[in-house]
């Protein structure tokens, strides 16, 4: 879907892809891989300001890729809050209102609507394979250990499947 010689690409994304790719210091690659990538109002006020200046997403407050972004208060964003968190649901409406095709979210039931909407999905590990595929970074293992000691959750089958994807296992 994405590669280094194609046009640029264009993303918007949810709260958890961000925190996760700041904390392995990787908000430079993802600019590099997404030429823009539109942040929705309630991600930024959660990964920004509630998230109390966190030091690890000044790269995303000065990237010149990252767009904070307002959304459209529309009947499909209220629905939407039905089902999701805010974030979420802004990611999936932002993505729509502006043509965006790809949303960088790792919340599986965000993703299956995503999905459904017709929306590709790429999550933190999917992330990491492509950022490894394109070489911008040389393994999966180390930042993906990096994420499990911070807290990031996903199933040793998920793990083990990624690994294998990576060629790391």
Do not use: H
Not at 47 to 71: D, I, K, M, N
Not at 94 to 117: G, P, T, Y
Not at 137 to 163: C, H, N, W, Y
């Amino acid at each position: 879907m994405v590669n280094k010689e194609q046009s640029p690409t264009v993303a918007v994304a949810d709260s958890s892809f961000l925190i996760a790719v700041c904390w392995l210091g990787l908000a430079d690659v993802l600019a590099e891989i997404f030429s823009e990538i539109y942040v929705p109002e309630a991600v930024w006020r959660e990964v920004v300001e509630e998230g109390g200046e966190r030091e690890e997403t000044v790269p995303l407050r000065c990237s010149s890729a990252v767009q904070r972004s307002s959304v459209e208060e529309t009947e499909r964003l209220r629905l939407l809050k039905f089902f999701l968190d805010e974030g979420e649901a802004e990611v999936i409406s932002l993505a729509l209102e502006r043509n965006v095709s790809i949303v960088l979210i790792d919340e599986i039931k965000a993703r299956k609507v995503a999905q459904q909407m017709g929306l590709y999905t790429i999550g933190t590990l999917g992330f990491l394979l492509l950022a490894k595929e394109l070489r911008y970074i040389e393994q999966v293992r180390p930042l993906l250990d990096t994420l499990l000691a911070k807290g990031f959750r996903v199933s040793k089958e998920l793990q083990e499947a990624v690994l294998r994807t990576a060629g790391e296992q």
